[in-house]
Each structure stands twice: as structure tokens, then as C-alpha cells.
């Protein structure tokens, strides 16, 4: 498929659903995958992948916490001195309409699915400045269908989603000429989606 031996891969939200199976798949093609989430559900995807056979750590990171953020990127480049790939894959879903979501909720959508996201993004940079060698650096981020279609009560999540799809754009462009590709790729019939796709919805 493709071979990642020798190279670092940090996967954000892996302590679940599509990133763990990322985490997974990079660590059987040969990457040293670092396993963030923001619970305990991190090291049980770190350990299923080291029983079989693959290189994984795990770190517990709050992408909407700041200080999380920055410490997870300062310790792997103090631990592996480099990063190779970053999936930004860490977000979270509202459900309701727009009477049905207060401003806490907004400020949590946010926080999470934009903010975290271009925390990452920083930290990763920081890592490749770092490296005495740099390497090419590869930038994914999980997109959202939701952000251009989406039922009348996931629309406040849908605006905000919108907003990653702003920052995607805006990093290309700056990244692209420091040795850093940046893809956005999707979708997937995820659950949420099939329950769109029911007629009536």
C-alpha cells in the first residue's frame, strides 16, 4: 500500500472510531504513530496497536485547551525530535437548531473543531522548524460533508465546520512553500450521514 517506516505520524482524536483506525493502519505500515485524544481511550489505542506488532505512544491532549496542545507537540519534539504526518482528525458534533443552541455550545464547536485544529497545525510546524534535517511534512485534516449539506438541526454545527474548511484554504497556500502539504479529505458514511440520507430528514 505504502510504506511509512521511519516516519513519525501524530493522529489527533485516535482514541476512537476513524482515527483509531488511522492510528492503526499507519503503525502496521511501519510509522512510529502518536496516538492523541482527550481521555484514557488514547492508551487503549496505543496498546491494541502494540499488540500488534506496531509502534505506538499515547498522550492525552484537550485540543481546545491550548496548554494541551503545546505540551503534547513539546514533548514529542523533545521524545522523537521530528513529525512526518499529522491527521488532524479530533472534532465534535452539535446536534439542534438554532433555538436549541446557546452560545456555550457555539464556543465549544469551536474551540474543539477550529481552534483545536490550528493548534495542531502550530505545533507541528514547531517540530519541523526544529529539525536539524527537515523533512517533508504531510498535513491531513478529516473534512466535514456536513459543512455543505446538512439537516436543519446539525446547521449551527454545519457553520462552524465551514470555518475548518476557511482555515484549510488559508494554511495551503502558507505551508506549501515550506515543505508541507496540506489535504483535506472526506467524506465517509459515517452514521450521521446515513441518518441524513433517510427521507423525511
Known amino acids: 500500500m505504502f510504506d511509512l517506516h521511519r516516519k513519525v505520524a501524530v493522529v489527533t482524536g485516535a482514541g476512537s472510531g476513524i482515527g483509531a483506525a488511522i492510528a492503526a493502519l499507519f503503525a502496521r505500515q511501519g510509522a512510529r504513530t502518536v496516538v492523541l485524544d482527550v481521555n484514557e481511550t488514547a492508551q487503549a489505542t496505543a496498546d491494541a496497536i502494540r499488540a500488534a506488532g506496531g509502534d505506538a505512544i499515547a498522550r492525552r491532549c484537550d485540543v481546545s485547551a491550548?496548554?494541551?496542545v503545546r505540551s503534547a507537540f513539546h514533548d514529542l519534539d523533545g521524545e522523537l525530535g521530528r513529525l512526518d504526518i499529522l491527521v488532524n482528525n479530533a472534532?465534535?458534533?452539535?446536534?439542534?437548531?438554532?433555538?436549541?443552541?446557546?452560545?456555550?455550545?457555539?464556543?465549544?464547536?469551536y474551540a474543539v473543531n477550529v481552534r483545536g485544529e490550528a493548534a495542531a497545525e502550530i505545533g507541528a510546524l514547531r517540530v519541523d522548524d526544529h529539525d536539524e534535517a527537515p523533512s517533508e511534512q504531510i498535513d491531513f485534516h478529516v473534512a466535514d460533508a456536513g459543512a455543505l449539506q446538512a439537516p436543519h438541526d446539525f446547521r449551527p454545527h454545519a457553520a462552524v465546520i465551514r470555518l475548518v474548511g476557511l482555515d484549510d484554504r488559508g494554511v495551503v497556500p502558507k505551508v506549501g512553500r515550506e515543505n508541507v502539504a496540506n489535504h483535506a479529505i472526506g467524506f465517509m458514511r459515517r452514521e450521521p450521514r446515513r441518518r441524513w440520507d433517510t427521507p423525511g430528514r
Do not use: K, Y
Not at 472534532?91 to 464547536?109: C, K, M, N, W, Y
Open 91 to 109: 472534532g465534535i458534533a452539535h446536534v439542534g437548531t438554532i433555538e436549541q443552541t446557546s452560545p456555550d455550545d457555539l464556543d465549544r464547536l
Open 66 to 68: 491550548p496548554d494541551d
